[in-house]
């Protein structure tokens, strides 16, 4: 048997086959370290396989400043003397895992206190070995998440650099190369002056309706870099995002936007479908999480082909949410549909498949409404006031909105120097409220 086999924390599912042949292989080497322990005289080889591979665990937990363990750790684990012990069979297996747990309890995070707390009741060597590896394999991961958590600022910040850097070379072979994006903001700015505000801005949040179409076309309001840009990054979702014309700035976000607009279609069918068949239940069905947590996951499966067969899906889906309703309703005592509100409930949940009808055209805009004011307000404001019909799918809406501002964020962050420049020509300094698009 390998001595190079040792326990780490399984990531595989306990059911499946390449986990049931890890779990095997592990429980093998350890049935053999418990073979070599117990002969006469005992065979140490793999244990010291195993307390090297603890003291290069240990030695990684540490931090630079930690010298004094580190020289301790050294002294301990002396592996040239422990093999010299080994060979005259004094190597005291128990005495030294008892010492990495005295260790491992002061470099543990404060979440791993328990863990190595129960380890100290194991006797037995070979188990409380197994139990060393196994709580270790979590401190490792615990050293990783940590460190990869401090570096991420520093990391992020070079990625933006490293990205601005790499456009601005291929900028300076081809002058023309903004020519898509400054179209992209030209039209995102004109279609400001020419709609009214439907998301409050950060200065004043309590008016949210704002002025007429004609009042705006008329009297509009000052343009704010801040707003072009939203009104951009929303025109985005809209798009045919294969178009010739696409902005140069965004290309390598345009396959996280594509996913983005699936998925913001998938959640207006889904918010219509919710919508109309709540009208049908009443309260009482749909004041349950349970009830309304089902219709989902039955809308969602079945609309994974709406997008080639949307009347063939949505009659699916008609027929299951209708059955469901039937069903519980009939489950809870309560008045069943009847055969004519039955048909009327599948007819009006058919005609979500055009792209005309009312329900879901009205689910479309607020979506989009809400994804302004995450990109203005923050994902968690905007989630304080959601506009009706969509209170069911504010779960969804949340990931959704906070991929959207991930991305929006990073793009200015990277592409900002550019969009400033771009906007000074398109809004004038009397309009002007903000300077920098960077600081949004």
Same mark, same amino acid.
């Given at each position: 048997m390998n001595c190079d086999y040792y326990m780490e924390e399984k990531v595989l599912p306990p059911s499946s086959l390449e986990g049931k042949v890890k779990e095997t292989v592990h429980n093998a080497f350890w049935d053999h370290l418990k073979e070599q322990l117990s002969a006469t005289p005992p065979d140490f080889s793999c244990a010291l396989e195993l307390l090297k591979e603890i003291k290069e665990i240990l030695? #990684?937990?540490?931090? *630079?400043?930690?010298?004094?363990l580190r020289i301790e750790i050294e002294e301990a684990?002396?592996?040239?003397?422990?093999?010299?012990?080994?060979?005259?069979?004094?190597?005291? @297996?128990?005495?030294? #895992?008892?010492? @990495?747990? &005295?260790?491992m309890a002061l470099l543990c995070a404060p979440v791993r206190d328990e863990a190595v707390q129960k380890l100290e009741n194991i006797t037995d060597p070979v188990w409380l070995l197994r139990g060393i590896f196994q709580v270790l394999g979590r401190m490792k991961m615990d050293m990783v998440n940590y460190t990869i958590q401090s570096l991420q600022p520093h990391l992020q910040e070079h990625s933006i650099q490293y990205e601005r850097a790499k456009f601005q070379e291929l900028l300076n072979k081809q002058p023309s190369l903004l020519n898509h994006t400054t179209k992209w903001l030209t039209q995102a700015a004109a279609d400001l002056t020419m709609s009214p505000p439907t998301c409050p801005d950060t200065s004043d949040s309590s008016s949210v309706a704002g002025p007429s179409p004609n009042e705006a076309a008329n009297n509009p309001e000052p343009l704010s870099p801040t707003m072009v840009l939203c009104q951009g990054f929303l025109n985005l979702l809209l798009w045919d995002l294969e178009n010739e014309e696409f902005p140069e700035t965004l290309l390598m976000d345009r396959t996280r936007l594509q996913e983005l607009k699936s998925q913001l279609h998938q959640l207006t069918i889904m918010a219509s479908v919710l919508l109309v068949a709540s009208s049908f239940s009443g #309260? @009482?069905?749909f004041g349950s999480p349970q009830f309304v947590d089902k219709l989902k996951r039955i809308t969602k499966s079945l609309l994974e082909d709406f997008h080639s067969r949307p009347e063939e899906a949505i009659l699916t889906v008609s027929e299951q949410v209708s059955q469901e309703i039937h069903q519980s309703l009939k489950n809870m005592g309560l008045v069943a549909l009847s055969s004519d509100n039955t048909a009327s409930l599948m007819g009006q949940l058919q005609n979500i498949a055009k792209k005309e009808n009312c329900v879901r055209s009205v689910i479309d805009q607020r979506i989009h409404l /809400?994804?302004?004011?995450?990109?203005v307000l923050g994902v968690q404001r905007s989630l304080l006031d959601l506009p009706g019909g969509l209170t069911l799918i504010e779960a969804?809406?949340?990931?959704?909105?906070?991929? /959207?501002? &991930?991305?929006t964020?990073?793009?200015?962050? @990277? /592409?900002? *120097?550019?969009?400033?420049?771009i906007l000074k020509t398109l809004i004038s300094p009397a309009q002007a409220l903000e300077t920098k698009v960077e600081s949004v």
């Open positions: 030695l #990684s937990l540490l931090l *630079p400043r930690q010298n004094r684990l002396d592996m040239d003397l422990l093999k010299q012990e080994a060979e005259h069979g004094a190597l005291k @297996v128990l005495y030294l #895992s008892k010492y @990495v747990l &005295n260790m #309260s @009482v069905l /809400f994804l302004k004011c995450c990109l969804e809406l949340a990931e959704l909105g906070q991929k /959207f501002v &991930n991305l964020q990073h793009n200015q962050q @990277v /592409f900002g *120097p550019y969009y400033t420049e």
